[in-house]
């Protein structure tokens, strides 16, 4: 069930990314589907989002130890992409000498900003995994070990 969730994150993230980093084509290709765009990158921001706090918290181990490499690898993946495409799209804005410029500048730094915003998130999730797991492991360990009585 991990890998399930781990590959409809990975899909998502992708999406996200994707539909970010189209708004960055030119103003005549970009400019009538801007709002589905954003639109489709903040949904699949969100689904992603979720799917890396529910594989965070640990749904899908039932009971099972669980890895201390791979949830973290997908956060810092996650974060590092996010924060790399935040920066690409502030160093790279073009300016905005018409209006329809302008508005694409808007929507490119509302998508940047969701990038850290989703970094941070990442990042929290990063830190929330390796506590969990550890403890996760260790009760486990305990569990198994326990004297009977």
Request: charged share 10%; glycine share 12%.
């Amino acid at each position: 069930m991990r890998i399930g969730l781990g590959i409809l994150f990975l899909l998502f993230f992708a999406g996200f990314m994707g539909c970010s980093l189209m708004l960055g084509g030119t103003v005549s290709e970009v400019y009538e589907w801007r709002d589905l765009l954003v639109g489709g990158a903040f949904v699949l921001a969100l689904f992603s989002a979720i799917l890396l706090g529910l594989l965070a918290f640990g749904a899908g181990t039932g009971g099972k130890k669980r890895s201390p490499w791979r949830v973290p690898a997908l956060c810092l993946t996650a974060t590092l992409l996010s924060l790399g495409g935040a920066a690409a799209i502030f160093l790279a804005m073009p300016e905005g000498r018409t209006p329809q410029g302008e508005e694409l500048n808007q929507r490119l730094v509302i998508c940047a900003f969701m990038m850290i915003g989703f970094a941070l998130f990442s990042l929290l999730s990063l830190i929330l995994t390796i506590i969990s797991t550890k403890n996760h492991n260790a009760k486990l360990l305990q569990q198994r070990y326990a004297p009977v009585d």
